[in-house]
């Protein structure tokens, strides 16, 4: 059975920074495209950025430059890596594995792909 757990999530202040993780186990990892996406206050669902089996990685225009991907095989890891956080930042995040995800950006159907964790909440204050 797939298992995606993600924490890391809390309250911090604009400008701070936070690393998610997901810990991952059930499926091959190693060979599994691994993503974040959020779902904001309004409900609205952004695939904000991927990374596949070969490490390529992938970023939504609105969070290049302040977010990164990555993950450890050896843990069945990913991470998120949220720089200079500002209140649109505001959302519950959840790690997911698809065998493709598509368009990195504002998705219609939140929920949509092929697994999900239970999402880990990031609120920013200014």
Same mark, same amino acid.
Not at 57 to 68: E, I, L, N
């Given at each position: 059975e797939v298992h995606l757990v993600e924490s890391g999530g809390g309250s911090v202040q604009a400008g701070g920074s936070l690393r998610l993780s997901c810990t991952a186990s059930g499926f091959n990892f190693d060979d599994s495209n691994m993503g974040w996406y959020r779902q904001t206050p309004g409900n609205a669902c952004e695939l904000v950025s991927t990374i596949e089996s070969d490490f390529r990685?992938? @970023?939504?225009?609105?969070?290049?430059?302040? @977010?990164?991907i990555s993950r450890d095989n050896t843990k069945n890891m990913v991470f998120l890596e949220i720089n200079n956080l500002n209140a649109e930042d505001t959302a519950v995040y959840y790690c997911a594995t698809d065998n493709f995800f598509g368009a990195l950006g504002l998705v219609t159907d939140c929920h949509s792909f092929g697994y999900w964790g239970q999402g880990t909440q990031v609120t920013v204050s200014s």
């Open positions: 990685t992938f @970023y939504a225009d609105s969070v290049k430059g302040r @977010y990164t």
